[in-house]
Each structure stands twice: as C-alpha cells, then as structure tokens.
C-alpha cells in the first residue's frame, strides 16, 4: 500500500439528529480536507439521537467505509 492510499480515505459522517450536529461535522469535515485526501464523504442521518442507528445504515457503513465520524451537538 502507497503512502498516497494510507492518506486517502473514504469517510462517512453520522448524523445523531441532534441540533447543530450537521455543522460540527460541517466543519470538521473541512479540518479533515486539509490533512488528508478525502476520496469521498457522504453523511448519514440517524432518524433520532436516542436510538441506535438503522441496522441498515450500520451494514451499509460497515461495508463501504475506511472510518465513520459520529457527532452530538446541541
């Protein structure tokens, strides 16, 4: 493996539904931009903070991604 695919990833972002979530990962998503080479980075959304996510969207993240970045904000 090439240094290039150690610093490429393919991120997922995991949306807890909570206020302002989507603007912490917003902005951290470009903190990441500027450290590593970002194939890509889709989000996710749980439909509700209190309760795990989907069991389909867990699948789906476990199978297509190098790492997932959760947040809870408020």
Not at 37 to 50: C, D, F
Not at 65 to 72: E, F, H, L, N, S
Request: charged letters at 30%; aromatic letters at 6%; one cysteine or more.
């Amino acid at each position: 493996m090439s240094s290039d695919e150690v610093n490429t990833l393919f991120c997922v972002l995991l949306d807890n539904s909570k206020e302002k979530a989507d603007i912490f990962l917003a902005t951290l998503t470009e903190r990441l931009a500027e450290r590593f080479t970002l194939a890509e980075v889709i989000q996710r959304r749980k439909p509700s903070y209190s309760r795990v996510a989907p069991s389909a969207i867990i699948e789906e993240l476990r199978q297509t991604c190098d790492c997932v970045i959760t947040a809870m904000a408020d």
